[in-house]
Structures are given as structure tokens and as C-alpha cells.
């Protein structure tokens, strides 16, 4: 135990305390985003939307595409673009797994026909998967259902590095009574390894995009058949009330003509014929 110049009394323990505390607080921010970072690197996969939902003198078909984000500490960011568009992605992936992804694009050739995408959805293991609208900028008009899948390489690699090797079997002199199984063909690159998932997932999100449409299509042909339908009620209503109302102001006019030609003959019978006068009474 020493004094110290403030007058306390402090020891061994103390110190050793107040130094564990400080560690602990210096350690904590990099704990907390210690599982955000095993996610760093590319995010390789596709968007996948389906058919226009309003008038376009634009394609209105669904479509498929490319996407590469990268992540850092838990953002997200990147950019898709073309010679036509230009789309940009920011988001995030919180401690949970879970994922909010939104992007804003226009046409290079028109700026001011814009949209943005909002997707949300979850991370797990080297996988994620969002869905969300493609809406107007204000977000007051639905364009297209959307979908994403992306994938990491690299994260799946340092998951397996950081997982418990499996224990090792000690050799004994005891020989196999079955046959030696033949060598196994090394695994492919890592790189064709990739390339190969990207191309499942691309081939993967193209028939979700046909699905997506054919459904789309289907709601979009039987809401057409709903309004031809009551637009067909609807015109048989107005011709038998036209058809009413015509029938009513004949049987009027009808009623109309015969009290007329009635008063008329009553008219005429109580008129009292005029005598006429001779030369004689003058």
C-alpha cells in the first residue's frame, strides 16, 4: 500500500482493477464489430426484377443483372451502370444478419426518368438474400417486384479457417479389409469455384424473374377480365334504365295526347250552334 500525492490510498489491486477497466473499454468497440468485420470484402451476384407495372416507352420486360457491392465494417456500397443507366447502392449489415440495401438510378440519356430500389433481407454464412420495390423517387409509384442474391468467396473460406479442425485418427498396423478408394480429383480453383456459384445464382434469379412475370401476368390478365366484366354490367345496366326511361316517356306523351283529343271533344259539345238571321227579322 503507498500514498499517493492526492491524499488516497491505493494498492496493488487497485491498479491492477483500474487497468482492466481501460482495457475492457478500448476493447469494446472492436468487439462489437469484430463479427461485422468477418463479412468484409465483395459481394458478387445479381438483381433480378420483373415486368413493368406502368406505361413505358421504355422496355417493360423483366430483366436480370449483375451486382458486385463492397463491404466494409458493416457498409455497404457500390454501383451498377451500363450505356444506358447508372445505378448506385448504399446499406448495411448489422450484427444480426440483417440487411438494408437501397439504391437510386436514372437513365444517362434522360436524368430526370429516375427510380430508386429498396431491399431488405438477411445475411447468413456467405449468402444474402433481399427483395424489395423499385418505386418512382418520391416512392408513390410501384414499378417492379425486385429481388437480389449475392454471395462471398472469401467470407465461406475464412469460416471454414476459423471452424475446429477435425481430429486426427492415430495410424495403426491393422490393413483395410475393403478396397482402396480411388483418389479424388482435387477441387476445382477457387476463383472457377466462384464463378461457377455466381453463374448458378444468375441462372437461379432468371427463372425467379420468369416466374415473377408469368404470376404478374396472370394478376395483370384477370384484373383486365374483372373490368371488362363489370365495364360489360355496367353498360346493360344503363340500357335497360335508358330503355325504361324511354318506354315511361312514351306511355306519357301517349297519356298526354288522349286527355288532349278528350277535353278537345267535351270542348266542342258544349258549343251552341249560331242561329242564323233572315232578311225577315230585319
Not at 444517362?108 to 433481407?121: Q, T, V, Y
Not at 485418427?169 to 477441387?187: D, G, L, N, Q
Request: charged share 25%.
Amino acid at each position: 500500500m503507498k500514498i499517493i500525492p492526492s491524499g488516497r490510498v491505493t494498492s496493488a489491486k487497485g491498479y491492477a482493477l483500474r487497468a482492466w477497466i481501460l482495457c475492457a473499454t478500448a476493447l469494446t468497440p472492436i468487439l462489437a464489430y469484430s463479427q461485422i468485420n468477418t463479412l468484409d470484402g465483395e459481394w458478387m451476384g445479381g438483381l433480378a426484377c420483373g415486368e413493368l407495372q406502368t406505361p413505358s416507352a421504355r422496355s417493360t420486360k423483366a430483366f436480370t443483372a449483375g451486382v458486385t457491392l463492397n463491404t466494409s465494417m458493416g457498409s455497404m456500397r457500390g454501383t451498377r451502370q451500363n450505356n444506358e443507366i447508372l445505378e448506385t447502392y448504399s446499406g448495411s449489415i448489422d450484427r444480426t444478419g440483417r440487411v438494408t440495401l437501397d439504391a437510386s438510378g436514372h437513365w444517362k440519356g434522360d436524368p430526370s426518368r429516375a427510380w430508386r430500389i429498396r431491399l431488405h433481407g438477411n445475411q447468413s454464412g456467405s449468402r444474402m438474400v433481399l427483395r424489395g420495390p423499385m418505386e418512382s423517387p418520391d416512392g408513390k409509384t410501384h414499378l417492379r417486384a425486385c429481388h437480389m442474391e449475392l454471395s462471398n468467396l472469401a467470407v465461406e473460406q475464412r469460416a471454414r479457417a476459423n471452424s475446429k479442425p477435425s481430429p486426427v485418427v492415430p495410424k495403426t498396423s491393422v490393413r483395410p479389409t475393403h478396397p482402396a478408394e480411388p483418389a479424388r480429383e482435387p477441387p476445382p480453383p477457387a476463383g472457377q469455384k466462384q464463378q461457377g456459384e455466381q453463374a448458378q445464382a444468375a441462372k437461379a434469379l432468371e427463372q425467379k424473374a420468369i416466374e415473377n412475370a408469368a404470376e404478374e401476368r396472370a394478376v395483370t390478365a384477370k384484373r383486365q377480365a374483372d373490368d371488362a366484366t363489370a365495364a360489360t354490367t355496367r353498360t346493360q345496366a344503363l340500357e335497360i334504365e335508358n330503355a325504361r326511361l324511354l318506354a315511361e316517356k312514351a306511355a306519357a306523351e301517349r297519356a298526354a295526347a288522349e286527355k288532349a283529343a278528350t277535353e278537345k271533344r267535351a270542348a266542342d259539345a258544349k258549343k251552341v250552334p249560331i242561329k242564323a238571321r233572315s232578311t225577315m227579322d230585319l
